[in-house]
């Protein structure tokens, strides 16, 4: 898969490279102009596009896209603004990604574009026993009954269980549940892990949610 990435912040846009480097071949494109010309000049599977790029911004970019390819495209904005995003909505985005962002978010977006185009995709669900937890309706049930984990709690457990019998540490946790530039302390993940493994000790499942002690935290299907 060819994936591109128009971001001017380079930080930024390592990160995303880094990101989405597991799904395929990543460009990165640093003004809107250069973006627009990889874009119609080649065949990219996905672009990846921020809205406040110097020059040319990202809206006039996709508009000039949509001229000549229907190529999926992400928008990424720190703007939250329901008007905006039906603005790019309409002008041809499929999607519109809000800063900060998690990397698992941006992952699961891409893929949910990608369904759409007819596009392989990842399991879109985990299960273990009666626990199943619902990538796509991000809902966790055991059994018949559905569990109150939601919001960070809940991308705190999607991507423990994603990596399952993996140390995750508690600064990976904190990047991809909080976001890139959150200015949130790195201690709330602490707080995330204890009300998740409370819910848990309800059920049975406390010894799957595991403290790796200063490390992080490790989800496992393994008995204590």
């Known amino acids: 898969?060819?994936?591109?990435?128009?971001?001017?912040?380079?930080?930024?846009?390592?990160?995303?490279?880094?990101?989405?480097?597991?799904?395929?071949e990543v460009t990165h494109a640093i003004s809107g102009e250069k973006g627009e010309t990889l874009a119609i000049s080649q065949d990219f599977d996905i672009i990846i596009l921020d809205l406040m790029l110097p020059s040319m911004q990202g809206d006039e970019v996709l508009r000039r896209i949509r001229k000549v390819k229907m190529t999926p495209v992400i928008i990424l904005?720190?703007?939250?603004?329901?008007?905006?995003?039906?603005?790019l909505l309409n002008i041809g985005a499929d999607d519109?990604?809000?800063?900060?962002?998690s990397r698992d978010e941006l992952i699961a977006?891409?893929?949910?574009?990608?369904?759409?185009?007819?596009?392989?995709?990842l399991d879109l669900r985990y299960r273990y026993k009666?626990?199943?937890?619902?990538?796509v309706s991000k809902m966790v049930t055991i059994g018949e009954e559905r569990l109150p984990v939601t919001g960070k709690m809940y991308d705190m457990l999607e991507l423990l269980v994603k990596n399952k019998e993996i140390i995750v540490t508690k600064q990976q946790l904190f990047d991809n549940v909080c976001g890139f530039y959150s200015d949130t302390i790195q201690s709330v993940i602490e707080v995330y892990a204890y009300r998740l493994r409370k819910l848990l000790t309800k059920y049975g499942y406390q010894n799957?949610?595991?403290?790796?002690?200063?490390?992080?935290?490790?989800?496992?299907?393994?008995?204590?």
Do not use: C, H
Request: aromatic share 10%.
């Open 130 to 135: 009666d626990l199943v937890v619902d990538y």
């Open 77 to 87: 904005s720190a703007i939250a603004q329901l008007e905006k995003k039906i603005d």
């Open 1 to 24: 898969m060819k994936i591109l990435v128009v971001e001017d912040d380079v930080a930024l846009g390592n990160m995303l490279v880094s990101t989405l480097s597991s799904m395929g």
């Open 208 to 224: 799957s949610l595991r403290t790796i002690k200063t490390i992080g935290y490790m989800w496992t299907e393994k008995d204590a």
């Open 109 to 121: 977006r891409v893929n949910a574009t990608l369904r759409r185009y007819n596009k392989n995709f």
């Open 96 to 101: 519109y990604v809000v800063k900060p962002f």
